[in-house]
């Protein structure tokens, strides 16, 4: 299994980004398309669309791809307990400077209160990490407490692709190509086995769906997988303890 580092971790287009606060940044596909990233989005305050997302988070939360931090800083200032995990170091560095806390590291790696957290965010397109999303469910249901919740941003249209992608400015592409995914609300259901359907929304273009973990007494179980998602299974990052404590 390559060791080298997730191209979203490694200087390029994406730090750049996050590090002056906009775009353009996107995703490339190998049939030479891009896919936009809404990096002044991301770089700014939680808006409201966000924000009555957030009012559905249960007990303490986990961003997962937390990318500058928008998200974890509306829920700390909120007096919420929350943590962001990003591979990007200059992620992590945004997250804290806006008020969170985070860590370095993928959510295919070792997480701090694995089977206890009350709610994970998969938002601005995160549903896509790894290129598969049963594998994505399968970690999501591990990291939650029993009946936790997810809160999922969807594609806006009904799409189920898996497909490799590269960081671009669209001026230059940089990095190896990575698997992501693409789904809208309806194959995310379909992805759901044994995943209780707790809410669909939609606010700002954007669309949302809350699913609820398996309880301890369910006896729905989901099939097994072995997959190795390469480009963010487990690395040893160089950043392996919280840079900020609150």
Known sequence: MSTAPPPWATPGPYTAALRSG??????????????????????ARADAVDRAALD???????????????LV???????????????SEAAVEQTVRHGGQALRRS????????????TLLLMDGNLGIGGDPAALLERAAGLLRPGG??????????????LHVRLSDARTTTGSSFPWARLGTPALLRYA??????GQWAGGGRRFVALRSRSASSSAEPPKRSAVISSQRARKPSVDVPVANR
């Open 22 to 43: 906009h775009g353009p940044l996107f995703l490339r596909r190998a049939d030479g398309r891009l896919l936009p990233l809404e990096v002044e989005r991301w770089c």
């Open 56 to 70: 559905r988070c249960e007990g303490t939360v986990l961003d997962i791809g937390c990318g500058p931090g928008r």
């Open 73 to 87: 800083a509306e829920l700390a200032a909120r007096g919420r307990t929350a943590l962001g995990i990003d591979v």
């Open 107 to 118: 959510v295919f790696e070792p997480l701090p209160g694995e089977g206890r957290w009350g």
């Open 149 to 162: 919740l997810l809160l999922a941003e969807t594609v806006p249209v009904d799409v189920d692709e898996r």
């Open 193 to 198: 086995y044994g995943w209780e359907r707790a």
